[in-house]
């Protein structure tokens, strides 16, 4: 069984910046990908950036160049440091596992709140 924990998120300032951390623990073998999605009211979850074990990267038009997704796969983690954070990023950030390209797992999500 997957379990996914995520932490580090919390109310910054526009233009400030926060780091997320995922830990991943249980069997994935079989790792296709790992990354962040995010829900904001009233709309849908969307991608934010994933990453894959070979180290190839796929971000969102929104966040390219503000937001950077790492991983440690020794520790099962993943990261996303944000910067430059607007306030339409506020949103409920999920982490996010893939095995076998089509067995998907999240986390509890963790609430970032970009406000003045």
């Known amino acids: 069984q997957v379990r996914l924990v995520e932490s580090g998120g919390g109310l910054v300032q526009p233009g400030g910046s926060l780091t997320l951390s995922c830990a991943a623990s249980?069997?994935?073998?079989?790792?296709?990908?790992m990354g962040w999605y995010r829900q904001a009211p009233g709309k849908q979850r969307e991608l934010v950036a994933t990453v894959t074990p070979g180290g190839r990267t796929n971000y969102a038009d929104s966040v390219r160049g503000r937001l950077t997704i790492s991983r440690d796969s020794a520790k099962g983690a993943v990261y996303l440091q944000m910067n430059s954070l607007k306030p339409e990023d506020t949103a409920v950030y999920y982490c996010?596992?893939?095995?076998?390209?089509?067995?998907?797992?999240w986390g509890r999500g963790t609430q970032v709140t970009v406000s003045s």
């Open positions: 996010y596992l893939q095995l076998a390209w089509k067995y998907d797992y």
């Open positions: 249980g069997s994935f073998s079989s790792l296709s990908a």
